[in-house]
Nanobody, 115 residues
Framework: QVQFVESGGGLVQPGESLTLSCEASGIIYSPEVMGWYRQAPGKQRELVASITSGGIPNYADSVKGRFTISRDNTKSTVYLQMNSLKPEDTAVYYC?????????WGQGTQVTVSS
């Protein structure tokens, strides 16, 4: 059974930084893609960033230049460094891993950006 341990969420002020991490376990095959989605109250879940097993990243336009995604394949762990946070980044952030064309999801971690 695939399980995730997510950490790093919290409350910060605008302009500050946070780093999210997500470690997947119970996976036999290395995920083809790992990444993060987010969902704000009253809005649909949206892709924030993803990264392939080869290290190729993909970002939503709203976070380009501010967020950096990385992964450690030896630990099945993905990271999201978030800089220059804005109030509109407030959401629950969900880690995911695509394994054999199936998406597996973490439980989510809250990120709140507020003064």
């Amino acid at each position: 059974q695939v399980q995730f341990v997510e950490s790093g969420g919290g409350l910060v002020q605008p302009g500050e930084s946070l780093t999210l991490s997500c470690e997947a376990s119970g996976i036999i095959y290395s995920p083809e893609v790992m990444g993060w989605y987010r969902q704000a109250p009253g809005k649909q879940r949206e892709l924030v960033a993803s990264i392939t097993s080869g290290g190729i990243p993909n970002y939503a336009d709203s976070v380009k230049g501010r967020f950096t995604i990385s992964r450690d394949n030896t630990k099945s762990t993905v990271y999201l460094q978030m800089n220059s946070l804005k109030p509109e980044d407030t959401a629950v952030y969900y880690c995911y891993a695509k394994v054999q064309l199936v998406n597996f999801w973490g439980q989510g971690t809250q990120v709140t950006v507020s003064s």
